[in-house]
Nanobody, 118 residues
Framework: QVQLVESGGGLVQAGDSLRLSCAAS????????MAWFRQAPGKEREVITRISASGGSTYYTDSVKGRFTISRDNAKNVVYLQMNSLSPEGTAVYYC???????????WGQGTQVTVSS
């Protein structure tokens, strides 16, 4: 089992950058695939990026490709989301999630709010 705690959210202006962190408990973090989801007001939660357990494989949804970067440090039990060139459409609660089986996101953090002003 793993517990996840996100941090790094806040209020930024359009064009700014922000880095989110997700700290995981437990000694088996390196076994989990990780992902970042976001949920904008009035919209469904969507996956925006994920990274394999080893960090060797990543996926990005088209809307963030080229602007966001997911990375992980298995020695520190942390996954990061570097977000550049933020736009107001990026305003959402951002969640990290963990899975053993790809696509089965069994563990979630509490979320961190990101607000991008125009």
């Amino acid at each position: 089992q793993v517990q996840l705690v996100e941090s790094g959210g806040g209020l930024v202006q359009a064009g700014d950058s922000l880095r989110l962190s997700c700290a995981a408990s437990g000694r088996t973090f390196s076994r989990y695939g990780m992902a970042w989801f976001r949920q904008a007001p009035g919209k469904e939660r969507e996956v925006i990026t994920r990274i394999s357990a080893s960090g060797g494989s990543t996926y990005y949804t088209d809307s963030v490709k080229g602007r966001f970067t997911i990375s992980r440090d298995n020695a520190k039990n942390v996954v990061y989301l570097q977000m550049n060139s933020l736009s107001p459409e990026g305003t959402a609660v951002y969640y990290c999630a963990a899975c053993i089986v790809v696509g089965h996101w069994d563990y979630w953090g509490q979320g961190t709010q990101v607000t991008v002003s125009s």
